[in-house]
């Protein structure tokens, strides 16, 4: 697949997205332009009902916009058919739900080594890669678990270590702490933390609660389908600006 060196992780230009609801058209998207490159740590926040998540599943190639421009690794969606955009979702993004979104009934390391069944990886080799993601976010012990015998903090990290088992250039998380306690939460952050520090992967979340966003070294504000404020924008150099908020 055509990947251009050096391409932003993300560029939007003008992107919206309607959702048609009994004839009834939500503008829920309403034109965003951004650019998050490679290596970035980025906080999405805003009210509820303002377009975070519907721009998350649209970076995340889960959705196609209503109109706009989306470039993923330099490649446009608007060329890709439906297999294409699910391969360029499948090798480019991890993706981490606030839900976790993991089998219930499926071992912690089956779970993980999921998304390698459909890269055609055989399975000694996504047995290993599991094992490996797992033990990156300390659930070496945990690997034949179910979800439904694990805590809410180590069915979150199942579901990082399943967004990071592909290698993604980018983990898109919406709302990954707002299920958790505060420890639980501050693992999390300390693990994706360390994937931005540590392997450069570029990190996108969606949160509502300060202290997250405040770890972030670039703020993204929605509210009504619009970036009101980014922080990027603000001080030039990426750093926080801790008086944007
Ligand atoms: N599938 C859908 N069909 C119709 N409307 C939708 C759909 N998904 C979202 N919307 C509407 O689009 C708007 C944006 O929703 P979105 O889920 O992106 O908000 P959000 O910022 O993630 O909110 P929250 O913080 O509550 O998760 C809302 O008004 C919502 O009701
Ligand atoms: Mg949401």
Redo the contacts with the bound molecule.
């Keep these: 697949m055509n990947d251009p060196e050096g391409a932003p992780a993300f560029e939007t230009v003008d992107l919206a997205r309607s959702?048609k609801?009994e004839g009834v058209s939500?503008d829920?998207l309403r034109g965003v332009s951004l650019r998050i490159d490679r290596g970035e740590f980025v906080a999405i926040i805003?009210p509820?009902?303002?377009?975070?998540?519907?721009?998350m599943h649209l970076l995340g190639c889960l959705d196609r916009p209503t109109s706009g421009t989306l470039r993923v690794n330099g490649v446009d969606v608007a060329t890709l058919d439906d297999t294409g955009l699910a391969e360029l979702r499948n090798q480019a993004v991890g993706f981490v739900f606030q839900s976790f979104h993991l089998l219930g009934r499926t071992s912690a390391l089956e779970n993980v080594a999921l998304p390698l069944v459909y890269r055609g990886v055989g399975k000694a080799e996504r047995r290993e890669r599991a094992r490996r993601a797992l033990s990156a976010v300390g659930l070496a012990h945990r690997l034949d678990h179910r979800p439904s015998q694990m805590s809410g903090g180590e069915q979150q990290r199942v579901a990082i270590a399943r967004a990071l088992v592909g290698d993604p250039k980018v983990v898109l998380a919406d709302e990954p702490t707002g299920n958790l306690d505060s420890r639980n939460g501050q693992e999390v952050m300390g693990i994706l933390a360390d994937l931005n520090s540590a392997r450069g992967v570029a990190v996108v979340l969606?949160t509502?609660e300060r202290e997250v966003a405040d770890l972030a070294r670039r703020r993204i504000h929605?509210r009504d389908g619009l970036i009101e404020l980014d922080t990027a924008h603000q001080d030039g150099d990426g750093r926080p600006g801790r008086d944007a908020l």
């Design positions: 959702y609801l939500v829920a805003g509820s009902g303002s377009g975070k998540s519907t721009l969606v509502h929605v």
